[in-house]
């Protein structure tokens, strides 16, 4: 039998405040109670409280504010809505960016996607197809699947509504808020279904970036294939 793993208190705190928001206690976008308040709640010192709240901030599950306080992050906000898309223009311009959708539709999860979901082959999932324009120009042909038991609701006529804005509509029409993702980028040849959805020539380059998203707790809760077109584009990531 193997020893306990000891774990920092910090951690067990951060433990602590992260059951929190799933629980629900502190929704997004909502102030989290003072280091003060924690450090009671919590019978800890104010310092492992800060301590804590540094990794769930560096982590951008919550969002310090200046002279205000600290906040649960949130998929609205300017500085986190679009910090999973890494695709920027390679002379550097801001771009218009708007979506286009194609179909949205249940089906069965396949073994692949089911187990990166953590589900089982053949569940209920709904999938998702759109077009991400960039200024216009069809950029991204991305594939969403969403476990449907704990998607209820999403619909072609609520995914329209928020605007494409797929992260925003997962916390405000449910609540669930994705923290992190993990990807796998490869490189593949555009067939002709793909070619013809970014009006390209059949094998055209394209960079394949599959993701999995996740929520509190480590769950896995989003795949999602983006298929995008980077002549004149590359995909930018801040190391630290």
């Known amino acids: 039998m193997g020893?306990?793993?000891?774990?920092?208190?910090?951690?067990?705190?951060?433990?602590?405040?992260?059951?929190?928001?799933?629980?629900?206690?502190?929704?997004?976008?909502?102030?989290?109670?003072?280091?003060?308040?924690?450090?009671?709640?919590?019978g800890v010192s104010q310092g492992t409280v800060r301590k804590a709240i540094d990794e769930l901030a560096a982590e951008n599950i919550v969002v310090r504010r200046q002279g205000k306080g600290t906040y649960v992050a949130t998929h609205s906000e300017e500085t986190v809505k679009l910090r999973f898309l890494r695709l920027v223009a390679a002379d550097g311009s801001k771009e218009l960016l708007d979506?286009?959708?194609?179909?949205?539709?249940?089906?069965?999860?396949?073994?692949?996607?089911?187990?990166?979901l953590d589900?089982?082959?053949?569940?209920?999932v709904i999938e998702i197809k759109r077009l991400l324009l960039f200024s216009g120009k069809p950029q991204i042909l991305d594939r969403i699947v969403l476990p449907a038991a704990a998607f209820k609701g999403v619909n072609a006529e609520r995914i329209e509504a928020f605007n494409g804005s797929m992260y925003r509509m997962y916390e405000t029409l449910l609540g669930i808020h994705m923290v992190r993702s993990e990807e796998r980028l490869t490189?593949?040849?555009?067939?002709?279904?793909?070619?013809?959805?970014?009006?390209l020539k059949s094998g055209t380059p394209l960079l394949s970036i599959e993701r999995v998203s996740f929520t509190y707790g480590d769950k896995p809760m989003e795949w999602r294939l983006g298929l995008c077109l980077t002549d004149d584009?590359?995909?930018?990531?801040?190391?630290?």
């Open 187 to 199: 490189a593949v040849a555009a067939d002709a279904e793909i070619a013809a959805a970014l009006n």
């Open 99 to 116: 979506n286009k959708l194609l179909s949205c539709e249940r089906a069965k999860a396949p073994s692949n996607i089911a187990r990166m």
């Open 3 to 42: 020893s306990p793993i000891f774990q920092p208190l910090y951690q067990q705190i951060k433990a602590l405040i992260t059951q929190s928001l799933i629980s629900g206690e502190w929704g997004p976008g909502a102030a989290i109670p003072s280091e003060m308040e924690l450090a009671a709640r919590f």
């Open 119 to 124: 589900i089982k082959t053949g569940s209920a």
């Open 233 to 240: 584009h590359y995909y930018l990531n801040h190391l630290e």
